[in-house]
């Protein structure tokens, strides 16, 4: 059975910073492109970053450019999001998610195959 657990979600004030982790069993996390999408209540999910198997490519949404950074650990089976500078329209559910046919630039919700259930981020002005 696969699984993706996300933490490190919390309270933190403007210009704060957290550390999402991201675990996956049940998958060999490494063979896989990993993302990270949010989603703020009335609105739909949004892509925030992407990290190849590899770990050598990344991409991020232009709203957390040089604010963000998606990392993993293969040994680990872990991805993460390095959050700084946070805003308070980074208040969201943060969400990771594995796509199991490597796309080169999987940007929307539909290219992912399996969600964690989320970790919510929550950034006070």
């Known amino acids: 059975q696969v699984q993706l657990v996300e933490s490190g979600g919390g309270l933190v004030q403007a210009g704060g910073s957290l550390r999402l982790s991201c675990a996956a069993s049940?998958?060999?996390?490494?063979?896989?492109?990993t993302g990270w999408f949010r989603q703020a209540p009335g609105k739909e999910r949004e892509f925030v970053a992407r990290i190849s198997w590899s770990g050598g490519n990344t991409y991020y949404a232009d709203s957390v450019k040089g604010r963000f950074t998606i990392s993993r650990d293969n040994a680990k089976n872990t991805v993460y999001l390095q959050m700084n500078s946070l805003k308070p329209e980074d208040t969201a559910v943060y969400y990771c998610?594995?796509?199991?046919?490597?796309?080169?630039?999987?940007?929307?919700?539909?290219?992912?195959?399996?969600w964690g259930q989320g970790t919510q981020v929550t950034v006070s002005s």
């Open positions: 049940g998958l060999t996390f490494s063979r896989y492109n």
């Open positions: 998610a594995a796509d199991l046919r490597n796309r080169g630039l999987a940007t929307t919700p539909v290219m992912y195959d399996y």
